[in-house]
């Protein structure tokens, strides 16, 4: 008995019907994508994309981290990237509090000190998310023959506006 049983049990029923045995784990439709963690992305799906077509990597806000654009390297030499997308989000905790904010909540929730937690938060979300795209686009092993664009995800009408 697990704790996890239920997700078990779906995952039998996915396996079922498995039809991604064999498959090479590049990206088929040539994307990679950064978004945030939030669980109202449906990364995919919102590209009208399906599994095997894309790298995606994410975390809070959606941001160009150094283990982001390690995957970004990975994906361009080796995984037939040839698109890049950042994609941070609209309401998205990581632009709507301050850090000193976030370690209230976290601390308040697990009863202890989270102030030495760090969070990075975004003062400006448009801002930071040209400075992420110029990362990518800099970056050394990234050739410019790879698209590099950034994208606001706006939660509430699903639409993607490109800002850079
Ligand atoms: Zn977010």
Not at 56 to 74: D, K, M, S, W
Not at 130 to 149: A, F, N, W, Y
């Amino acid at each position: 008995m697990s704790d996890f049983d239920d997700l078990l049990q779906a995952n039998r029923a996915f396996a079922d019907t498995f039809d991604l045995g064999g498959f090479d784990g590049k990206a088929h439709a040539g994307i990679a994508l950064v978004t945030c963690m939030d669980s109202r992305i449906d990364p995919l799906r919102m590209l009208g994309l399906t599994a095997g077509d894309a790298k995606i990597f994410r975390n809070p806000g959606g941001r160009v981290t150094p283990q982001a654009l390690e995957a970004l390297v990975l994906g361009v030499h080796l995984l037939k990237v040839n698109r890049v997308l950042i994609v941070p989000h609209t309401r998205c905790a990581v632009a709507t509090n301050t850090e000193a904010e976030l370690r209230e909540k976290v601390g308040a929730s697990a009863g202890i000190d989270a102030s030495w937690q760090p969070f990075p938060v975004v003062a400006d979300q448009v801002a930071a998310l040209g400075e992420d795209v110029q990362k990518v686009r800099s970056h050394p092993l990234v050739p410019d023959s790879v698209e590099v664009g950034g994208f606001l995800y706006d939660v509430d009408t699903g639409l993607l506006g490109q800002q850079y």
